[in-house]
Nanobody
Framework: QVQLRESGGGLGQPGGSLRLSCAAP????MGWFRQAPGKKREFVAAIGRSGGTLYYADSVKGRFTISRDNAKNTVSLQMNSLKPEDTAVYYCAAGSGLLLTAVDRGYDYWGQGTQVTVSS
């Protein structure tokens, strides 16, 4: 059983930065999703097994960067230029499928989530 746990959430200021991390089991592609109050869970970013393929939601492109360190089995989400609309619970997910995907049903394991609040 793969267990994922996010870290690094908290309070950020508009225009500021936060960095999320998650244990990334080897052999899985990894994704970050988020869910704001009253909204459906949405895709944020994903990275392939080797780190060579990256996907981003349009809403975070140019502001967020996903990366992984396979030697340390971690995946990170660097969030810059934060906006109040980035406020959400952020989830790390691991998928065993053949193809990297932005669809949440393509992921087999999920973390418990970490709260990110962007406010001045």
């Amino acid at each position: 059983q793969v267990q994922l746990r996010e870290s690094g959430g908290g309070l950020g200021q508009p225009g500021g930065s936060l960095r999320l991390s998650c244990a990334a089991p080897s052999g899985y592609h990894m994704g970050w999703f988020r869910q704001a109050p009253g909204k459906k869970r949405e895709f944020v970013a994903a990275i392939g097994r080797s780190g060579g393929t990256l996907y981003y939601a349009d809403s975070v492109k140019g502001r967020f960067t996903i990366s992984r360190d396979n030697a340390k089995n971690t995946v990170s989400l660097q969030m810059n230029s934060l906006k109040p609309e980035d406020t959400a619970v952020y989830y790390c997910a691991a998928g065993s499928g053949l193809l990297l995907t932005a669809v949440d049903r393509g992921y087999d394991y999920w973390g418990q989530g970490t709260q990110v609040t962007v406010s001045s």
